[in-house]
Structure formats: structure tokens, C-alpha cells
């Protein structure tokens, strides 16, 4: 079966074909943009205006126009808990009859990591069949982006595994993550450095349980998802 | 994704969730193309409602329509026009059409069914904004008696242009022998034709005001000498069969401005027709805005076969002008679009439920007595995506509930995508609106004004357009920024 290189999501945020997967991988990690779509659309009603002013104070927001090298992660949505990173997935996967996007395991994360280190970049703009079917400001925030990294050696910088944020992972398999979540990627250290290695999962022991719980929420944890044809 | 009107079954028009399958329990249980709602979203439904007589040829012009996109999408200068058939029923009506018109055959009338149709559903794309077509080709009986119409075509609540088919060639031509003389005078009053329609839209509950109409002159081939600029014009048409090879890239923009022009000829034509000339008057009483064109679907006459209901034409179709119709239905629709306002209105959070507010009264009441015009007006709660009213209505009394999220990018970014030449933005609010300043560099910058009470720095300093209202007086600017020759 044929794929085309890059689809786009519900919020209309491009994801990329992975090999090793049979899977697509949000090109970047969920952004706010498309984190507030869902919250316009959804119908969690605990995710309103109070639970957004929390999550964003942890991580203030930045419109596309003015991203930049010193604060581009703030493009990004964290302090964000798994379950509500799988209410997002849930949502994405409404509007697509037969595809499902779920949070890639520790695995799956590794193998995507590992494909991306040996294929070149990417030039997002050049492939006019997605890039043309962007809204104004998805394309501003992705050429804003671009223009922040200090040349990407391999598309897995380019997509931020290395230098975004600390990735929701299910570690359900995983011995050193007793909540069944675990992190992966690093951060920018202008960001947060917490001694978060890109190659080792982080386990996180306290997660936060939904809207209302702060425990554990930290400014740094954010998600990308994958999309894959229904069982 | 996009916070347009809601996508309902093509067949009863009740609203379907995102990932309907089949028409919900309340509807009609029809089995859904696969994809058809996300698809929806892609390429908007265009609903077409024919609206006319029996023997106008309404149907000859429906099939001359999609005969003709299918040959434009095979032209050679368009690469990326595809024509695509949702479902097996389309497939074979679509085929039927393809053999009348190889064979050189007219098609037979359209059966009277007294009951809701099931339209073709086509989508395009490339020729123009990629779109679902939703063709109803229903008899002429079905508008005969003023009280069918709703049931045999309730798709009329949903098309925002009618066309109405008529043939002045018909309504002129001595009775049938064997017609009795009040059965054709019933056939071709157009007062009655305007009645249905009328009473139809009462009855699904639907406005008139501030939709539109195409009265479409069918048969325009036989005219004759009576207007010979239609006739130069249906022959000079570019997207005719003959023409295919030499013809020029089909673009909205260029057809739009010779259509203009065309339609205050015919309309000037039909202004001679006593009976076409009172339905537009009825038309434009109701505030409907009406544009006229001239077709010809076969080019010629077509001869009465051996059996009934069978006719040939000594040639192949010979299309002519197939098309304005549909494009009057677009640039009616920008038109519409252009014209639209939306009013945006903050409920309130945390310091209590309420619009802002002047002198213990809303500024939507204060706004909305002030407008002289509320038919493009229509009322968004921000944070929520469905519209809050329909098109004309006054906005909600009071907020019944706090706003959930402060949040406008979701209602602006398609907006953006779907008008780019049109449509302001009112925006009420005392509070900060989180993803505002996302906008502020690109179109939406004069488009929409930040209207509110208070005065705090940072609220008035989120917009670049802002209109502070400390007495009823400074509504006047918002009036004008509203008023259509901003």
C-alpha cells in the first residue's frame, strides 16, 4: 500500500510517515494551537478556561509570529496530563472513519526515533501537496520554528525529538515506571533541564489523574501522536 | 474542520455527527457515502434545488450541468480536476445521462414520486473550491400542488439559491390538444411556481429573506429572433464540446464579470414575459436576490419518439451555457459570504454570567436595535463552534452559561480559508482573548473590531481596532463599521 509522506491531523498539524511503524508520527510535539481546537470542539467540560490558564502558566503561550530561537517550546503544549494527551487522540480519531491515534509506547517512540536519525531532512515547505493545504498560521508557526533551530543534522532534529519537549510515552512493559507513563526526548535547557536524557526513558512516578489534579503536572511533559489504520 | 453550518443528511436534512454513517435515529436512516461527513468538511455540500414545470427541463439541464464538469475535468489544461461519484445510486443515474447523450436521445420526463429524493452526490474539485454536489433532480408535478413541495424536495431549507427552469418558449406556446385550458394555465403560472416555494420554506421553517434565486431561461435555442444577444451568447459559449480544444483554462474570475453582463440582458428579456416579470417581482418583494441566465442543454429540439416519454435528437447534445447556473450559485454564495457579519460575543467568566453591558443593558440588545440591516448578522458565543442564531435572528437574550475557553482562532482560521475577500467580525468582550494576537498581522487586522466596556489597558491593547463604548452614542461606529459600504 502507498502513503503519502505527510497527512495532516483533525487540527490540520502535519504527521509523517514512519517505516518502522506502519504508522504516522505528528511532525512535532502537539502544539497549542491545535490542543485548543479540541478544547473548542470537545465536550470535557472540565477542560474549560480555568484548567487552560493553569496548564499555560507553566508554559506561557507564544503567537506564531513571534517564535523564536530563546522561546520556541512555548509553541508547545505541556503540563498536560496522559489522560488528557489520549482525550486529544480520542478527538483526532472522530472525524477519521478507520484511523485511530493513540500515544506511541516507550518502544515505538525509540524505533521512530531511530528511523528519523538516519533519513535527511525534510523540507516541509517544498511539499506543496501538505504545506499548501496549511492554514496561514500553521504555516507561519512551522516556518517560525524552522527558522529557530540552529541547523538540524537529521530529520529526527528537525522534528524535535532532540530539543522540544519531554514526550509522553506508555511504559505499561517497563520495569523503571511504576505509573505506567514514562517520558522521552529532551529538552531545550533554556527550557527546563531536569537531567532528561534523549536515549533513556525518564520515569515519571507521580502523573497527574485529569483536569483537576496538579500532582505531577510539569511544565516541561507535553505528547506527539500516532495515527494508524483501525484493527 | 470548519465552524460552518452544520452537515445534514442529504436526503432528510437532519444533522449528522462527525462520524455518522447512516442518518440518525430522528432521520431517515439513510446508509451515508463512506467518508461523506470529514468530506464535507473538505468540499462544503452544494445543494442543488431545481425549482420549475414539467417539460421546462429542469432534468436536461441538471444532466447537461454534469456532463459538462465531467468533460472539463477531462480537458488538458486541467490536471488536477477530478469529478468523483459518491455512491452506486449517482453512479447509474450519471451513466444513464452518458447514454441518452451518446446515443443522441433526449432523456424521459422525471417520475413524480411524492416523497423525499435522494440526490446524485458528486464531489469536484480543481475547476473550482472543491465541493459536494448534491443534485435533486425532482418532477415538475411535485410543484403543481403548494402543499408537495416541502415533502418532495426539503433539500429546498438547505439550498441557499434556488434555480428557477422555465422556458418562455413553453409558456407562450397554444394548449395542447387534449389539454384542458385551467390544467395549463396551472402548468405555467409562475405565481403558483413562486407559491410552492413559498410555502414549502414556511413549512421546513426556513427564511426567505436574504437568499437567493437563479431564474434560469432553458431552451434558450429556441428563442429565435426574439433576443438575438442570447442567442449570440449561448453559440459563443467557451466550454462547448467543439471548443475543447482551443478553449482557455475555466476560472471562476473570468466568467464572472461576462455573466453579469448577461444577466441584466435577460433580464431585460424576460421583463417582456408577463408571467416571468411577476415571479421576480414576487421574488425580490420577498428581499431575494436574483440573477437571470439563458441555457440550452441539448442545442436543439429534440423529436418525439414512437413510444411515450421517447425523443431523440437528430445530433449529439449540443450544451450551451450549462454552467452559469452553478456559477451564479458560487458567486451568490461569496456574495452572501462578503456580506456576512458575525458578531462574537464574550458571556463572561469568572467575575459572573453577562455581556458587557451599558446602562444595566447587553450590547448585543443595544447593537441589534441600532442595525439597519440584520440579514447577514449572525451570532457566535465565543468559545463554542456551532452558530449561536441562524443568519437575521437576534442574538441570544441572555448567556445562559460562563465562556469555556477564550478562544477564536477555531472560528476565524476557516473563515479565512472560505472568504478571503469578505465577512467582518464583531467581537464583544471585556476580557482577554487568548489566541487574538495570532491575527493580528494578516486580514482579519480591518476586518474585525474589538468592541468593549472596559477599561482595562490590556483588553483595548489586544486589537489594533477597538471601539470603547461609555454612552449609547459610540454604538454609531460600530453601526458603521457593520453597514454594508464599509
Not at chain 1, 508547545?76 to 487522540?89: D, H, N, S
Not at chain 1, 517497563?174 to 507513563?181: E, K, R, Y
Not at chain 2, 405555467?188 to 429573506?209: C, H, I, N, Q, V
Amino acid at each position: 500500500m502507498n502513503h503519502n509522506t505527510l497527512e495532516l491531523d483533525r487540527a490540520n498539524f502535519p504527521m509523517i510517515w514512519v517505516e518502522s511503524l506502519q504508522a504516522y508520527l505528528h511532525w512535532i510535539p502537539v502544539t497549542k494551537i491545535q490542543f485548543e481546537y479540541f478544547l473548542w470542539e470537545s465536550s470535557f467540560s472540565r477542560l474549560d478556561q480555568e484548567w487552560l490558564d493553569r496548564v499555560y502558566k507553566l508554559n506561557p503561550r507564544v503567537t506564531p509570529k513571534k517564535i523564536g530561537k530563546g522561546n520556541y517550546w512555548r509553541a508547545f503544549l505541556t503540563g498536560v496530563a496522559p489522560v488528557e494527551a489520549e482525550q486529544y487522540a480520542t478527538w483526532c480519531g472522530e472525524a477519521a472513519d478507520g484511523l485511530q491515534y493513540s500515544l506511541p509506547t516507550a518502544e515505538e517512540w525509540q524505533k521512530a526515533y531511530r528511523e528519523m536519525q538516519g533519513r535527511p531532512c525534510h523540507p516541509l515547505e517544498q511539499d506543496q501537496a501538505a504545506w499548501g493545504r496549511l492554514s496561514d498560521r500553521v504555516q507561519t508557526l512551522l516556518t517560525q520554528l524552522r527558522l529557530s533551530l540552529s541547523a538540524p543534522k537529521h530529520l529526527a532534529d528537525q522534528m524535535l525529538f532532540d530539543g522540544g519537549v519531554l514526550e509522553w510515552v506508555s511504559t505499561a512493559a517497563h520495569a523503571d515506571a511504576d505509573s505506567g507513563w514514562g517520558g522521552y526526548g529532551q529538552t531545550n535547557r533554556s527550557f527546563e533541564f531536569t537531567g532528561m536524557y534523549l536515549n533513556r526513558l525518564f520515569p515519571v512516578k507521580s502523573v497527574p489523574k485529569g483536569p483537576d489534579d496538579n500532582a505531577g503536572r510539569a511544565p516541561y511533559n507535553g505528547f506527539r501522536l500516532l495515527r494508524r489504520e483501525r484493527a | 474542520m470548519k465552524p460552518v453550518d452544520q452537515i445534514t443528511c442529504p436526503v432528510c436534512q437532519t444533522p449528522l455527527s462527525d462520524a455518522a454513517r447512516v442518518c440518525p435515529d430522528g432521520g431517515c436512516g439513510y446508509r451515508l457515502p463512506e467518508g461523506y461527513v470529514a468530506g464535507c468538511r473538505e468540499a462544503p455540500p452544494l445543494p442543488i434545488a431545481a425549482i420549475g414545470y414539467s417539460g421546462h427541463g429542469k432534468t436536461h439541464l441538471l444532466a447537461a450541468m454534469v456532463l459538462t464538469i465531467r468533460e472539463l475535468t477531462l480537458r488538458p489544461w486541467a490536471e488536477e480536476a477530478t469529478l468523483e461519484v459518491l455512491d452506486d445510486q449517482t453512479r447509474a443515474k450519471l451513466q444513464d445521462w452518458i447514454d441518452h447523450a451518446d446515443n443522441n436521445q433526449a432523456l424521459p420526463p422525471t417520475e413524480f414520486r411524492p416523497e423525499r429524493p435522494t440526490p446524485m452526490i458528486l464531489r469536484v474539485a480543481g475547476l473550482f473550491p472543491p465541493r459536494t454536489l448534491l443534485v435533486y433532480d425532482v418532477a415538475g408535478q411535485s410543484f403543481h400542488d403548494m402543499t408537495k413541495a416541502d415533502q418532495c424536495l426539503p433539500a429546498l431549507r438547505d439550498a441557499q439559491t434556488v434555480w428557477f427552469v422555465l422556458s418562455p418558449h413553453d409558456l407562450e406556446r397554444p394548449p395542447d390538444e387534449g389539454e384542458t385550458p385551467s390544467a395549463d394555465r396551472r402548468s405555467r403560472d409562475l405565481m403558483f411556481l413562486f407559491g410552492a416555494y413559498k410555502t414549502a420554506m414556511s413549512k421546513l421553517e426556513a427564511k426567505l429573506e436574504g437568499r437567493s434565486a437563479v431564474v434560469v431561461v432553458a431552451k434558450g435555442d429556441k428563442l429565435g429572433d426574439k433576443a438575438p444577444d442570447l442567442r449570440d451568447y449561448l453559440d459563443s459559449d467557451p466550454l462547448r464540446a467543439e471548443a475543447a480544444e482551443s478553449s482557455e483554462r475555466f476560472s471562476l474570475k473570468s466568467c464572472e464579470e461576462g455573466l453579469r453582463q448577461m444577466s441584466l440582458k435577460v433580464e431585460d428579456y424576460v421583463g417582456r414575459v408577463r408571467d416571468v416579470r411577476n415571479l421576480v417581482g414576487l421574488l425580490r418583494k420577498e428581499r431575494i436576490e436574483v440573477a437571470f441566465c439563458v441555457t440550452s442543454a441539448l442545442g436543439k429540439d429534440a423529436v418525439p419518439g414512437l413510444q411515450a416519454g421517447d425523443a431523440s435528437v437528430d445530433a449529439p447534445w449540443a450544451r450551451q451555457r450549462v454552467l452559469d447556473p452553478m456559477i451564479w450559485t458560487l458567486l451568490q454564495e461569496k456574495q452572501r459570504s462578503a456580506a456576512q457579519v458575525h458578531l462574537i460575543l464574550d458571556p463572561g467568566g469568572e467575575g459572573g454570567v453577562g455581556y458587557p453591558a451599558l446602562g444595566g443593558r447587553g450590547l448585543p440588545e443595544l447593537l441589534w436595535e441600532r442595525l439597519p440591516r440584520h440579514q447577514g448578522l449572525r451570532t457566535w458565543m465565543l468559545g463554542e463552534a456551532g452558530a449561536a442564531t441562524a443568519p437575521g435572528q437576534p442574538p441570544p437574550g441572555q448567556p445562559l452559561a460562563k465562556c469555556r475557553c477564550r478562544l477564536l482562532g477555531p472560528l476565524l482560521e476557516p473563515w479565512s480559508q472560505a472568504e478571503p475577500l469578505g465577512g467582518r467580525v464583531v467581537l464583544v468582550t471585556n476580557q482577554l482573548v487568548l489566541d487574538l494576537e495570532d491575527f493580528r498581522s494578516g486580514p482579519w487586522a480591518k476586518r474585525l473590531l474589538l468592541v468593549t466596556t472596559s477599561d482595562r489597558p490590556e483588553v483595548r491593547e489586544q486589537w489594533p481596532q477597538v471601539k470603547l463604548i461609555r454612552t449609547v452614542e459610540d454604538l454609531g461606529e460600530v453601526t458603521r463599521f457593520l453597514s454594508p459600504g464599509h
